[in-house]
């Protein structure tokens, strides 16, 4: 065999095996598009909010190429209506496992009726996984309604004040709290002697000594006698 034929097949030879290391390549740099599960919209995911109140969104979310962005839009079903459009990254950009915790707050001039919600998340390799979800917008003058709302963190004492007014026409069966922000998230029971008044004024303090610096989300929660709840926010830093 000649030189010239010895080189010919050399370079076939590499030339194969440069073909079949691209493509190999090519099948481990594949990343699996993101998923969404357990989507939970409003208190037990009952699918429905309040004028003048929010609504919780909760799903879990898996992206192995890494969150670039969560998206949610709430529209009318029909005709006008109220319109939601906000982007998320705080707190989700870059993670591979998720979960999505937002409340959004629904103004009180809202028209009732019967909404449609979209969610979706972007990698950061440009896969889109995608949800919907109804929600019903309705007026009830029954559920449970706090005035004078106040959440307040004391860096000398490093605890929470919390404090407000408390109406529940159906009188009240339970109140908690739910601190979240970052990777912490914790519930607080609150006691006193509330159970089975229609009125009630919260005080209370929370040491936050096992809680990290951060931006924090306060949920107050006020279930009544007739088993309908309702979720109140605030925000405060530490």
Not at 111 to 126: F, N, Q, S
């Amino acid at each position: 065999m000649n030189t010239k034929q010895i080189f010919g097949r050399l370079s076939i030879a590499l030339f194969l095996f440069a073909v079949i290391f691209s493509a190999c390549k090519k099948d481990n740099d594949i990343v699996a598009n993101p998923t969404i599960t357990d989507l939970e919209i409003g208190s037990g995911n009952n699918k429905t909010a309040y004028p003048g109140a929010d609504v919780h969104i909760e799903a879990e979310i898996l992206a192995p190429g890494g969150i670039a962005n969560i998206k949610v839009s709430i529209h009318p079903e029909g005709g006008a209506g109220w319109t939601f459009n906000q982007t998320y990254t705080e707190g989700y950009e870059g993670l591979k496992n998720a979960e999505l915790h937002e409340h959004i707050d629904i103004p009180e001039d809202a028209a009732t009726g019967e909404y449609h919600v979209h969610i979706t998340v972007t990698d950061k390799a440009g896969n889109i996984a995608e949800a919907d979800s109804e929600l019903n917008i309705i007026i009830d003058p029954t559920l449970p309604s706090i005035a004078g709302f106040e959440v307040a963190y004391d860096s000398e004492d490093d605890d929470l004040h919390l404090e407000g007014d408390i109406t529940a026409p159906n009188k009240i069966a339970e109140i908690s709290m739910e601190i979240h922000g970052g990777s912490f998230e914790k519930e607080y029971e609150i006691t006193g002697d509330y159970v089975g008044k229609t009125t009630f004024h919260l005080h209370k303090h929370f040491s936050l000594s096992d809680v990290p610096s951060g931006h924090y989300h306060v949920h107050l929660l006020v279930k009544d006698q007739a088993g309908k709840e309702r979720e109140f926010e605030e925000h405060f830093d530490k």
